[in-house]
């Protein structure tokens, strides 16, 4: 019932400036119940230690607000911005900070927050970046996981759903820096 497509509620919805979406993904009830989910699983999975959620931006940031506020514990948030260099057309693949935390990293348990795990090259570069800071622990939380970033040299110990192989927008997750504010998860057209 939760991911039952209601076409004609996409098709006339403003925030779309007229664009089809092909299909929704993951509607609004469907991620309240995975992320509140999520918090639990979080929760139950740092019983000590000092808690530092690092969402990387842009994509995670609604991820991130809701899932902070179902993780029932102390925690701190702070964010991460990466950018990766390409030579215009396609990614090389080298991943840089141009945001770097401000927040103590060492001793902490680190919980990097991402919207979508593709090629996971992000993921990689980031997770090697963030051991060189010496946290307690550090561990991934993907919104989604599209199951085919075989280069992904880390684990990612929380994921909300496995995606579709297909270019997925909204609830942060944009297309050209469109789309980023809808409350569902679409596949567009
Ligand atoms: P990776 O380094 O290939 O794993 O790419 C991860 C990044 O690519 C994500 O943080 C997103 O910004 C972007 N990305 C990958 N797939 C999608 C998608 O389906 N929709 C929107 N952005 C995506
Ligand atoms: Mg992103």
């Given amino acids: 019932m939760s991911s039952t497509v209601r076409p004609f509620a996409v098709k006339s919805d403003p925030r779309l400036d007229g664009r089809a979406v092909k299909r929704i993904a993951f509607d609004e009830a469907a991620i309240t119940t995975r992320v509140t989910e999520l918090g639990r699983e979080i929760t139950a999975a740092y019983p000590d230690g000092n808690l530092l959620v690092l969402g990387l931006l842009k994509g995670s940031f609604i991820f991130l607000s809701d899932l902070v506020r179902q993780i029932i514990r102390p925690l701190q948030v702070d964010f991460l911005v990466a950018s990766s260099y390409g030579d215009g057309t396609v990614s090389r693949g080298s991943v840089n900070l141009v945001y770097d935390p401000e927040t103590e990293l060492e001793g902490k348990d680190i919980l ?78």
Avoid: W
Wanted: proline share 4%.
């Fill in 112 to 189: 990097l927050v991402e919207d979508i795990v593709d090629s996971g090259r992000t993921l990689n570069r980031l997770m090697s970046i963030l051991k060189e800071r010496e946290p307690r622990s550090l561990e991934i939380c993907a919104l989604l996981h599209k199951r085919i970033a075989n280069g992904l040299q880390y684990d990612t110990r929380f994921v909300g759903f496995d995606a579709p192989n297909e270019f997925l927008v909204g609830y942060g997750l944009d297309h050209a820096e469109n789309f980023r504010h809808l409350p569902y998860i679409a596949s567009l057209q």
